[in-house]
């Protein structure tokens, strides 16, 4: 079992910045890749960005490219999640996920799930 705790979200400005954090606990966390994923209200979970265990491959949703980043510190049983630029439509409740074997868009190929944190950016 993994255990995924995220944090960070919050009310930000379009325009502006966030830093979302998940710890895991339980398993070992390098074995894992791991995955972001945001639902907004009435639509489906989708894709953000997905990181490798080692952190040398990343994928990402193409409306983030260019504005967020992911990262994770395999030390400290983290993944980050950084978004600048924010925009409206970058609101929603954000997941962080937990996968074995490659990086992966698809949610059925991730195990273990957070809680969420919502994002909300006002315009």
């Known amino acids: 079992q993994v255990q995924l705790a995220e944090s960070g979200g919050g009310l930000v400005q379009a325009g502006g910045s966030l830093r979302l954090s998940c710890v895991a606990s339980g398993r070992t966390f390098s074995y894992y890749v791991m995955g972001w994923f945001r639902q907004a209200p009435e639509k489906e979970r989708e894709f953000v960005a997905a990181i490798s265990w080692s952190g040398g491959s990343t994928d990402y949703r193409d409306s983030v490219k260019g504005r967020f980043t992911i990262s994770r510190d395999n030390a400290k049983n983290t993944v980050f999640l950084q978004m600048n630029t924010l925009k409206p439509e970058d609101t929603g409740v954000y997941y962080c996920?937990?996968?074995?074997?490659?990086?992966?868009?698809?949610?059925?190929?991730?195990?273990?799930w957070g809680q969420g944190t919502q994002v909300t950016v006002s315009s």
């Open positions: 996920a937990a996968a074995r074997g490659v990086v992966s868009r698809s949610y059925r190929s991730y195990t273990y």
